[in-house]
């Protein structure tokens, strides 16, 4: 196995992995969403008359609608669908006055959830120098040939890895280095749970260690539950079908780039 992989797997199963990820990780909840007081006193008017149109019409003007409904996304990006489709609309009318004014403003100034916010987190950590040195611009980056974290969008950091080291895939980068003379290309993920959209993430990031012809070090930067020892198809894909690649906690990546 990775000798990286095997230290990450570890350190999650010996020492205080969560209390040290959450330095890379702060996962704080936001304070309630900001509702345009304009916005929601239509929402209230339209709610105290029975105004099914008026109520969808307003709702859809706030960010957050209060409700899980798949025909949602449907009325967002077509408004005159509204007045075509009374049953729709009253059926999800029907739902929002079973909440009541008060749960209702709830519902649509509830925090952004967890892991939305997770994406900036690890730019960041990088920018608290975790690892040693301050991430910096592209010309800061270019004019020397020291150990360096490029700073930068995703976009950036990909288009940077496209032109100067053959990356050719149309996805952006969260880690972009050069430490003792090589240069080292990553994603960063934080893996909340299993199935579904962790398991994208995951293969997401394992698909940028699989790219050819890259003139670089490539790491996939994971943590979260793929260092759980068990039968979990996370953990079994780790120690079994990617067990030689660059995979690695953020916690121990330090460690790995002042060793290349």
Not at 83 to 111: A, D
Request: proline share 3%.
């Amino acid at each position: 196995m990775n000798k990286w992989t095997k230290l990450s797997i570890d350190y999650a199963n010996q020492r205080s992995y969560l209390d040290d990820l959450f330095r890379v990780y702060p996962t704080i909840p936001e304070g309630i969403r900001e509702i345009n007081g304009n916005i929601w006193k239509n929402v209230e008017n339209a709610f105290k008359q029975k105004n099914n149109n008026q109520l969808i019409q307003s709702l859809l003007e706030l960010e957050l609608f209060p409700i899980k409904d798949s025909y949602i996304a449907y009325l967002k990006r077509d408004k005159s669908a509204i007045e075509r489709n009374p049953q729709t609309i009253n059926r999800i009318c029907g739902r929002i006055y079973e909440l009541g004014l008060t749960k209702l403003f709830e519902r649509c100034s509830e925090p952004k959830e967890t892991n939305r916010q997770i994406g900036p987190m690890f730019k960041d950590w990088l920018k608290s120098k975790a690892l040693g040195i301050q991430p910096v611009g592209l010309n800061e980056f270019l004019s020397t040939e020291e150990n360096a974290i490029l700073d930068g969008s995703d976009r950036l950091l990909m288009d940077f890895a496209r032109e100067k080291l053959g990356y050719d895939r149309e996805k952006g980068l969260d880690f972009v280095g050069r430490f003792n003379g090589k240069y080292v290309i990553g994603e960063a993920k934080f893996l909340t749970d299993f199935g579904g959209h962790q398991n994208a993430q995951f293969n997401d990031a394992i698909s940028t260690v699989e790219a050819k012809h890259v003139k670089a070090e490539k790491i996939a930067i994971l943590d979260g539950v793929l260092y759980i020892k068990g039968n979990n198809k996370m953990y079994r894909e780790l120690t079994e079908t990617y067990k030689s690649y660059n995979i690695m906690s953020a916690l121990v990546l330090r460690e790995f780039l002042y060793q290349l």
